[in-house]
């Protein structure tokens, strides 16, 4: 596991799932990806976010073999730290994309659901086949996947445990956007590149106000907007921005981030 950025996307991070052939996400990968997502969220040079797991496979799922012989008094002690570290992308105070290509399964999936946007390879396979084990999904998947697509969608995908191609993804709204495999990553960098000169504290107040006002009746989510809409009078690209409007019309702001 990886937290790389390259000269030819300033401003973009990419968390690289690194665990050949699948990605099995074992404890240590957890762990890593935990660490990363931290690190995205503290370096002030990572303005947004990809989480990518190479051309072949975003993440086929957890380390069964790790869990196999694990006792209920086991799990019970590490299961809040497994959804934890597979939903640590969406901690993130910045815009994520997970670039998908390949399998996308069982935690593997779970890690791309705390993505703000998904890009898929038309040869992505999404699925949350935990059922088929004798579990449910216990990354964040049954929560993140209803508020995704609906809890009917999410609960046919939960008890079949079947795979969902990537046309039905991107119909069901699964996905976000469906390119060649060859172009996931490529797509997701411009994506996520279109953030590097933005006004970030902006992004981060918008983002929880979209994350914390679902969780909330709608009265008490326009509270959570009217305060962190206020709150963004006092940074400097507020400033910055709105003379840059008076003065010289939209979209030509350069921010500074505070």
């Known amino acids: 596991m990886t937290l790389e950025t390259s000269d030819d996307h300033p401003g973009v991070g990419t968390i690289l799932l690194n665990r050949p052939p699948m990605n099995a996400l074992n404890r240590q990968v957890q762990s890593e ?3 990363a997502a931290a690190a995205a969220t503290d370096r002030d040079d990572i303005k947004a976010v990809v989480v990518y797991g190479g051309p072949k496979v975003l993440a086929a799922g957890a380390d069964i073999k790790e869990m196999n012989d694990m006792t ?3 799990m019970a002690k590490v299961a809040g730290r497994l959804q934890s ?3 640590s992308i969406s901690e993130i105070p910045k815009p994520t994309v997970a670039a998908i290509t390949g399998y996308a399964l069982g935690g593997g999936l779970e890690v791309a659901l705390g993505a703000d946007r998904r890009i ?5 396979k999404l699925g949350v086949p935990e059922v088929l084990l004798g579990v449910i999904p216990g990354g964040g998947g049954t929560q993140r996947l209803a508020r995704l697509v609906g809890p009917a969608k999410a609960k046919d995908m939960i008890f079949t445990g079947r795979f969902v191609g990537a046309d ?8 976000d956007e469906v390119v060649a495999p060859d172009e996931v990553y490529n797509v997701a960098l411009a994506w996520a590149g279109q953030f590097a000169n933005a006004a970030s504290v902006a992004l981060a107040a918008g983002k929880k106000a979209v994350d914390q006002g679902l969780g909330v009746d709608l009265a008490t989510g326009l509270k959570i907007e009217e305060q962190l809409f206020a709150a963004l009078f006092a ?11 008076v003065e010289n019309g939209p979209g030509k702001a350069r921010f500074t981030g505070k």
Not at 168 to 175: F, H, M, T
């Open 72 to 74: 209920y008094p086991e």
């Open 33 to 35: 990806l935990a660490a």
């Open 235 to 245: 940074t400097e690209d507020r400033k910055i921005g709105m003379e840059s409007f």
């Open 120 to 124: 898929a390879g038309d040869n992505a």
């Open 168 to 175: 039905e993804a991107l119909r069901i709204g699964l996905v």
């Open 85 to 87: 570290a597979l939903g």
